[in-house]
């Protein structure tokens, strides 16, 4: 197996604060990981660092065998890394192929047909085809959830990073959402899901990962994650 993402003893501080201590995460091509650890943990810090939102202060990041962690995001993003946000940020003024078209020009420099026509092939993927003309502001939250993946979708990723993307979903929406990510897996895009709805992470993911004040504190299958007392902690630490 070769990893397509390597994070080697990344720390990040915040002031005084130390959000990521000594992190080591190996993820492999094509692989569902889930990113699960309760508030405050570090897991979008832990994202931001990948995606180069903020550079981390020791430790080595290399996707793809490159080193990445002092390129700027818009470099990571061309070299394949996606990412979408915990909370939205659509340009609200414009439609929703406006809104995807902004990644693609920014990728490859251009909006013209062909980009207008992979743009509309991610909105039919993602079942907002029909929305593509609609203003952003008028969609729901979890059309709202698949614009953002599909603008992730349109730098043409190769590892995709989605930040909490069933936050404020119920029932069949977190059906939808998962069943977009397992489509884009198939696809042979590697996906790191950052989730609290668990049972879409013990549903999707092959491996998961459980953060905790900063460290990773266990990984395993789903199952052994759910049953780990140290995870349990955490979680009821969380809730105290
Ligand atoms: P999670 O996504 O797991 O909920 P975060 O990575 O957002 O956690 O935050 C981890 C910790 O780092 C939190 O205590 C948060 O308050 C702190 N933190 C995150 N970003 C900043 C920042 N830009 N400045 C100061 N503290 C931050
Ligand atoms: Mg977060």
């Known amino acids: 197996?070769?990893?397509?993402?390597?994070?080697?003893?990344?720390?990040?501080?915040?002031?005084?604060?130390?959000?990521?201590?000594?992190?080591?995460?190996?993820?492999?091509?094509?692989?569902?990981?889930?990113?699960?650890?309760?508030?405050?943990?570090?897991?979008?810090?832990?994202?931001?660092?990948?995606?180069?939102?903020?550079?981390?202060?020791?430790?080595?990041?290399?996707?793809?065998?490159?080193?990445?962690?002092?390129?700027?995001?818009?470099?990571?993003?061309?070299?394949?890394?996606?990412?979408?946000?915990?909370?939205?940020?659509?340009?609200?003024?414009?439609?929703?192929?406006?809104?995807l078209l902004v990644p693609f020009a920014y990728v490859g420099g251009a909006d013209g047909p062909k980009e207008r026509r992979e743009a509309m092939d991610i909105l039919e993927r993602m079942g907002l085809a029909a929305k593509a003309e609609v203003s952003s502001k008028q969609l729901s939250q979890v059309e709202l959830r698949k614009m953002e993946l599909a603008r992730a979708m349109a730098a043409k990723p190769q590892l995709l990073i989605s930040d909490e993307a069933m936050a404020g979903l119920a029932g069949a929406e977190i059906d939808e959402v998962l069943q977009i990510l397992f489509d884009l897996n198939a696809m042979g895009i590697t996906i790191i899901m950052i989730e609290h709805i668990m049972q879409a992470v013990m549903k999707f993911s092959q491996r998961v990962v459980c953060l905790d004040a900063g460290k990773i504190i266990c990984e395993g299958t789903p199952e052994s994650i759910f049953k780990n007392p140290d995870v349990q902690r955490a979680y009821l630490g969380d809730e105290a």
Do not use: W
Not at 17 to 29: I, S
Not at 40 to 52: A, L, P
Not at 76 to 88: D, E, M, N, V, Y
């Open 1 to 99: 197996m070769e990893a397509i993402l390597e994070v080697n003893n990344v720390s990040k501080h915040f002031g005084g604060f130390t959000a990521l201590n000594g992190v080591n995460l190996h993820v492999q091509r094509g692989e569902r990981l889930g990113l699960i650890g309760p508030n405050g943990s570090g897991k979008t810090t832990m994202i931001n660092c990948i995606s180069g939102a903020l550079i981390n202060d020791s430790g080595d990041i290399r996707f793809d065998g490159r080193h990445i962690h002092t390129l700027p995001a818009y470099q990571r993003t061309k070299l394949g890394i996606a990412r979408s946000f915990q909370i939205p940020r659509p340009f609200g003024s414009m439609t929703v192929l406006e809104n």
